[in-house]
């Protein structure tokens, strides 16, 4: 069958904050954009969503144009189809809304409609950390032994001939089999070369089990593992077992369901506190990312003894807004603040740490 037609799907990563959820200035600026584009607006209609999340469709003289933004990742995901092979108006009118929303990073594919397709790659996952970077990683799938969306997000675990078993969560990837024991390392060793005794401690994330696993090692009396999602650590206990070993199921642990701020609100008197929580919270709550770190590292403190420690994964090397941003919270609430770079294999990059006392 011949193509009969022309679609561009495009997401727009890290667009600017102002026009996201405003649903009558993209209406105005996608009308504009069309006629400009000679499309034929047919008709156009708009939807906002509450609390965020505006829709638009246009009908043009060729078939539709179509716009879903998500404000608190700051992203738009894009559609423009055209019953014709000739893309030049299509690619005219992206470079228009390029302009408009001003994303950072742009990922496209051109699909001819008509002839059979293919959308998934099967054998290949990219993670979409790279994406609000100038860059991306593609991970060969020797074999998938996990894909499922939980109530929180999709899980993936796949097997790779260099970084063995990873974890992936909505694509991002969290860890590997092959460099596991850095990462967890350079959470832990800030902790451990003070040498003091390790009483209470609370592990924030780290559902696949590699930050327990290690500092169960130096006998703390009880570490409380803080997750959201009980699934991911339910399919890191049967799939990653190289990473975790046996260390949910030891005696000192206490998992806990939970989210990390409502588990701070009601538990206090630790010695250490672990956040392996995402720094780009944006892409999961409401809340504008600032002010969630400073409710969360307001909370941290409060739950710390006296002398207590907190060490978190921090970003990729090259995120140095998210670096930027950690540099002028952490000394409102904490002191002796390190930073220190480490290679992560897995995520074929520089990773960056930090560690620090309460103020």
């Known amino acids: 069958m011949k193509p009969l037609g022309t679609q561009?799907?495009?997401?727009f990563i890290y667009c600017s904050k102002n026009i996201l959820n405003d649903k009558e200035a993209l209406e105005r600026e996608l009308k504009v954009g069309i006629?400009?584009?000679?499309?034929?607006?047919?008709?156009?209609?708009?939807?906002?969503?509450?609390?965020?999340?505006?829709?638009?469709?246009?009908?043009?003289?060729?078939?539709?144009?179509?716009?879903?933004?998500?404000?608190e990742a700051r992203h738009a995901s894009i559609d423009i189809f055209t019953c014709s092979t000739d893309n030049s108006q299509t690619q005219k009118l992206l470079q228009f809304l390029k302009n408009k929303l001003k994303p950072r990073t742009v990922r496209v594919i051109e699909v001819l409609r008509g002839n059979p397709l293919e959308i998934k790659d099967k054998d290949w996952i990219t993670s979409f950390s790279g994406a609000r970077r100038g860059f991306e990683i593609r991970y060969h799938i020797k074999k998938r032994l996990l894909s499922k969306k939980t109530k929180y997000q999709r899980i993936d675990i796949i097997d790779n001939e260099d970084f063995g078993r990873m974890l992936f969560l909505d694509k991002e990837i969290q860890i590997g089999e092959k460099g596991a024991h850095i990462y967890n390392?350079?959470?832990?060793?800030?902790?451990?070369?003070?040498?003091?005794?390790?009483?209470?401690?609370a592990i924030l994330g780290g559902g696949d089990g590699g930050v327990l696993n290690e500092l169960l090692i130096y006998n703390p009396k009880i570490i409380f593992l803080v997750d959201i999602d009980s699934e991911v650590?339910?399919?890191?206990?049967?799939?990653?077992?190289?990473?975790?070993?046996?260390?949910?199921?030891?005696?000192?642990?206490?998992?806990?369901?939970?989210?990390?701020?409502?588990?701070?609100?009601?538990?206090?008197?630790?010695?250490?506190?672990?956040?392996?929580?995402?720094?780009?919270?944006?892409?999961?709550?409401?809340?504008?990312?600032?002010e969630f770190f400073n409710q969360m590292f307001s909370k941290i403190k409060k739950s710390l003894n006296e002398e207590g420690m907190i060490t978190l994964?921090?970003?990729?090397?090259?995120?140095?807004a998210t670096l930027r941003l950690l540099k002028k919270l952490l000394p409102k609430y904490f002191k002796n603040i390190n930073f220190k770079t480490g290679f992560i294999p897995p995520y074929c990059e520089n990773w960056i740490f930090a560690s620090a006392e309460v103020k």
């Open 185 to 201: 390392s350079c959470l832990t060793s800030p902790i451990i070369e003070t040498k003091k005794s390790l009483g209470k401690v």
């Open 35 to 71: 006629e400009r584009c000679g499309l034929g607006l047919k008709s156009l209609s708009g939807y906002k969503f509450d609390p965020v999340g505006v829709t638009i469709i246009a009908i043009i003289s060729q078939s539709h144009v179509g716009i879903h933004t998500y404000p």
């Open 8 to 11: 561009i799907i495009a997401e």
């Open 233 to 290: 650590v339910e399919a890191s206990r049967k799939y990653l077992k190289g990473i975790c070993k046996n260390a949910f199921s030891d005696p000192r642990v206490r998992i806990v369901t939970d989210d990390a701020n409502k588990f701070l609100e009601k538990n206090h008197g630790f010695d250490v506190i672990i956040y392996d929580l995402t720094m780009h919270p944006e892409a999961i709550t409401n809340m504008d990312r600032v």
């Open 313 to 320: 994964q921090c970003c990729s090397e090259f995120d140095t």
